[in-house]
DNA sequence: CCCCGGCTCTACAACGATGTAACATCGAGC
DNA sequence: GCTCGATGTTACATCGTTGTAGAGCCGGGG
């Protein structure tokens, strides 16, 4: 059985609270009590109860970071940021997976399962805009993703739309002018794919070229699959282009594959953007070219934003809606 | 401020032992008497506190699952399978990074932090056979991984030298005879790289074909980058070979690349296999044949023998050995 | 009519920690 | 010599829950 204050209290001839003091590092203490004490501890090898602990001062220590799926790349980077950061400020962090399921999303927020932690970082992405007001719980929250704005709680979030205009602006600044975009989802106003179709759609706007339906595919789920499903579709319809834009990596990676079995060149013949910076990105040959949504920005933020909301100890603060910075990553897979 | 007990008690007019026993589902209640609490529990919002609930029993419902890092796709999807099991048993999951640090990796064996779980899956990468005293610890640990054998708690881990040797015979069956190694380390005498050798041996010798360390390429990290630059130094090395074994999936990812940038063709002039069938490995073209080392079986059976010896409650069991099977999943990057 | 047993329900004491209030002890100051 | 304040330590209550022991009530059997 583990050593409790009681044990050590017994063992060095003094009373819990003394060793509580000792343990918290408290200040008047006589130094050869506090030896003593210190002594009993290392004897017994004494650990504090974090349940009684948790129970006397009600803060576990504990933050919950609720997601669709660690097997989605961008998911797991963002949850080994989430973990790192939330190290520095001394919290663990309890991951729970929802499968981007609705049901399971709402669940889990009302779930005494999650009661334990003192908070939450929240990424849906099957809830909906209509589904804000489940978000009023009695526990700080965070809320991630494009699937919820003006909710009850602080949102971090990108720039979808500007990073997405810069992305096309860049392709637009290698002259090309006939951009296929791969990944759009069909009757979305909300959500990654709506938001970053209407970046690409300003900028091409701005640059005064004429925005063309045949040269946008539509998928479901963003795997490397779809976006080479995407490609074959596009390259058999016959619509000419000079680059493409996916709206997430593996969508992007999946696209470059065909062009490249098709015996395209990249970038020469085609250039290729994606979304996200996922760790692979890098090591594709050509490397691709995409954008840094500021994914671990939005992890630290999001973990210092629920420690300030934990500091305040429930009183009330004005919700914040926070947006990170992104940036263009130029690799191999455009020209320049 | 949550509900408690006492709270719903009160305003059922009952004691809060009965309300506990209608929470807990206890039968010798009075259906009366339960619809009152149970109005009242409705009513008030109550959510049992488990930092409570936990320091009474001694159980927290929580375990730790400690791993290098998220982002390396295998401890993601392995992370992934061992959060869907845990669900399945009622218990949530702390995920802790070590970075593969040994010092690291140690720390959490006996941090207080850990101390509100009830058990931990430890997947060390540092940590080498002579840490092994380190695992013993008063709370159960189910250790996964390649790094020690025969270690005081339970173990659960592939069969690296049989899948190997299979991943080689399924190449040598294809009429392959010069087989290149991406990913070896030296010096290793325990770890996957070593047992992943090792099975690669046996199946060369058992088929009479000699062993070339020319055909053996050393490296460090298990990335992509490094498999294609292994495959570029087996390359201009001059070494013939007609397939290649790499002994994860990124590695072979990698050294695909490169193949397919020199104008060889997969599976006809170089056959390519890996280890760990991650998930982009069927999106490739071509999808990389490899082997399912039993990721999931591993998560799932650490999952369940830790339930088992929380079950145990402290009581003594003999340690257990466990070895998942494997499965080799013949895709288009080899013939046949 | 009384006792026994089963069913409901309650009172109380834990689990291990910490905040509060208060109690010794000591030296300094008047 | 007595008070005062600072210092060092303690007793006690408390956080919310559950296990234990037992109390009250009812009906059935002797």
């Known amino acids: 059985m583990a050593a409790t204050l009681h044990d050590v209290a017994k063992q060095a001839g003094v009373s819990i609270k003394t060793v509580s003091n000792v343990v918290n590092g408290y200040t008047n203490i006589r130094p050869e009590t506090r030896a003593r004490v210190q002594e009993a501890i290392d004897d017994l090898g004494y650990q504090p109860n974090l349940s009684a602990r948790s129970l006397r001062s009600g803060k ?8 669709p799926e660690l097997s989605l790349s961008y998911f797991a980077e963002l949850a080994d940021a989430v973990i790192a950061r939330a190290a520095t400020h001394g919290l663990v962090v309890l991951v729970e997976q929802t499968g981007a399921d609705r049901e399971r999303e709402i669940a889990v927020l009302s779930s005494p399962r999650m009661r334990l932690t003192d908070g939450l970082i929240f990424s849906p992405l099957g809830m909906g805009q209509e589904d804000a007001g489940f978000l009023e719980v009695d526990y700080p929250v965070i809320l991630l993703g494009e699937r919820i704005f003006g909710g009850p709680t602080d949102h971090v979030t990108m720039r979808n739309v500007e990073a997405a205009r810069a992305a096309t602006e860049l392709l637009l600044a290698a002259g090309r002018r006939r951009i296929a975009v791969v990944g759009a989802h069909r009757d979305e106003t909300l959500g990654s794919a709506a938001l970053r179709l209407e970046g690409y759609r300003q900028a091409l706007e701005a640059a005064g070229v004429d925005y063309d339906p045949a040269l946008v595919s539509f998928t479901t789920l963003w795997h490397r699959a779809n976006g080479a499903a995407s490609m074959r579709a596009l390259l058999e319809s016959g619509v000419g282009f000079d680059a493409v834009f996916g709206l997430n990596d593996a969508l992007a990676l999946g696209a470059m594959r065909v062009l490249q079995e098709k015996g395209l060149r990249i970038p020469s013949d085609v250039a290729v953007i ?10 594709m040959v050509p490397s691709l070219t995409t954008v840094d949504p500021g994914r671990t920005a939005i992890a630290e933020t999001a973990v210092d934003l629920l420690v300030e909301r934990l500091a305040l100890g429930g009183r009330e603060a004005p919700r914040r809606e926070i947006l990170v910075d992104f940036d263009v990553i130029a690799r191999e897979s455009t020209p320049g």
């Open 274 to 283: 994606g979304f996200d910076d996922i760790d692979e990105a890098q090591y």
């Open 60 to 67: 576990s220590g504990v933050i919950g970071l609720v997601l």
